[in-house]
């Protein structure tokens, strides 16, 4: 474990297995940048799990449309995001740094969170429910948050396509 911004930490090149950046891209100024050289520092075989906001989710969607676009304390516009992704965009990013990606996953609204005391009664069960189907049908709408399960690109001789 390092105590220091993801910059500043002196990793160790080809030594780590998991690569875990859990809502970290979207805080530094050059996310791409990161990614470069948490690769240099990755395994060959390691596995990336990064996760980034949705800022297509339907919340931020509707308030655009009324022209807002609030800085928060939390969440999708938490007033520190240096940068807002879609699928796509984190996508693009994901492979301009040399990663493969091999799953995505979306994660919905933190219901728990939101209504404190509802876990276990119906009403919360069946919002549950809706929200999975809703994810299920529309994530590019509903998801709140992209999660990414990448490794490092091969490139077609052998060598690493980023240059690393």
């Given at each position: 474990m390092f105590n220091s911004t993801v910059e500043q930490a002196r990793l160790v090149p080809g030594a780590y297995d998991a690569i875990v950046c859990a809502d970290v891209i979207e805080h530094v100024p050059d996310p791409a940048?990161?990614?470069?050289?948490l690769r240099k520092a990755a395994a060959p075989d390691a596995t990336f799990i990064i996760s980034v906001p949705n800022v297509a989710h339907l919340a931020v969607r509707m308030m655009l449309l009324f022209g807002r676009f609030p800085k928060m304390d939390r969440g999708i516009l938490d007033?520190?995001?240096?940068?807002?992704?879609?699928?796509?965009?984190?996508?693009?990013?994901?492979?301009?740094?040399?990663?493969?990606?091999e799953q995505i996953h979306c994660t919905g609204v933190p219901l728990d969170e939101v209504?404190?005391?509802?876990?276990?009664?119906?009403?919360?069960?069946?919002l549950m429910r809706s929200q999975h189907m809703m994810l299920s049908l529309l994530p590019r709408l509903f998801a709140m948050q992209w999660v990414f399960v990448a490794r490092k690109m091969p490139s077609a001789n052998g060598t690493d396509p980023t240059g690393f």
């Open positions: 940048g990161v990614l470069r050289d007033r520190t995001h240096l940068h807002f992704f879609t699928k796509d965009t984190a996508t693009a990013l994901l492979q301009s740094a040399g990663l493969k990606i209504f404190k005391t509802g876990e276990g009664k119906w009403w919360f069960i069946a």
